[in-house]
């Protein structure tokens, strides 16, 4: 084959899918960060008024609250939550979400408004059971009978185990913790490696010794 010079090669054409193919790789990023950006979930869940009206006063949460409670001074909700923060629309902002699932007695994810829409607040002596969803019959506080389990987002909803795709898209991203999320995943924590031969959590040999 003939060597030519590059010129010989461009036409109208070819310079034409050369302009298109750089204005959709340059807008579909655009579009991810522009998404990605947005502010419709603190506008709705800062907004007292707004979200007493929804009917859930219980999910209130403001900038200032998120600062003090995660120590995290420049953090959006998406950023630890996902969904869509460009939504004004509950139902279409939580599509995606990541919030806390909670396990049924026969061990599926149940609807977390549906099963239980109250705060989850540690109290009292025994902090970590009483956070636990409770009803209240013969005058006393009793664990809720359809919920077996609370567990924090990073599980996978099917198999609640740890699911390290979603620490990717969240904690381990660049510029937040990819390398503590490195060092995570070779720990005997995230691979549940051995876990059974474990009698406790913290003394050695357990998984956060
Ligand atoms: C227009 C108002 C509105 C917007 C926008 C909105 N939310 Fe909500 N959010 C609500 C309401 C109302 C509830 C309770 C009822 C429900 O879940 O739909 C709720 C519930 C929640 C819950 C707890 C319930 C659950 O399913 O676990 C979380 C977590 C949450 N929102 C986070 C977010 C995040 C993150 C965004 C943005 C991606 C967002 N919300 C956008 C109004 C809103
Ligand atoms: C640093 C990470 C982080 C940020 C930022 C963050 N959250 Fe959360 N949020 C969590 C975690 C972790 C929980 C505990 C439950 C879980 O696993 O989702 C939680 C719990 C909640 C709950 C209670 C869920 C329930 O079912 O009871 C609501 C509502 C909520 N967040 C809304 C928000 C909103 C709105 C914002 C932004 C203003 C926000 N969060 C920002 C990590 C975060």
Request: aromatic content about 8%; proline content about 6%.
């Amino acid at each position: 084959m003939r060597i030519g010079t590059i010129s010989e090669f461009l036409n109208l054409k070819i310079i034409i899918i050369f302009i298109l193919q750089f204005l959709i790789i340059v807008g579909s990023l655009g579009y991810k960060t522009w998404k990605e950006r947005g502010d419709e979930c603190i506008k709705c869940h800062s907004d007292m008024e707004k979200i007493t009206k929804l009917g859930y006063p219980q999910f209130y949460v403001t900038d200032d609250m998120i600062k003090k409670e995660t120590k995290h001074l420049n953090i959006k909700c998406q950023d630890c939550h996902l969904g869509n923060p460009r939504a004004k629309e509950p139902a279409k902002a939580h599509e995606g979400m990541l919030s806390i699932i909670l396990v049924s007695e026969e061990g599926e994810k149940l609807k977390r408004i549906e099963t239980y829409p109250y705060k989850l607040i540690p109290s009292g002596e025994d902090k970590i059971r009483n956070m636990l969803p409770q009803v209240e019959y013969d005058g006393k506080l009793h664990p809720h009978p359809q919920v077996r389990n609370v567990l924090w987002h990073d599980r996978d909803p099917i198999t609640f185990n740890y699911d390290p795709t979603i620490t990717k898209k969240t904690c381990g991203r660049s510029g937040c913790h990819p390398s503590e999320m490195k060092q995570f995943h070779t720990t005997i924590m995230a691979t549940n490696l051995r876990q059974r031969t474990m009698k406790t959590w913290l003394d050695p040999y357990g998984p956060q010794n």
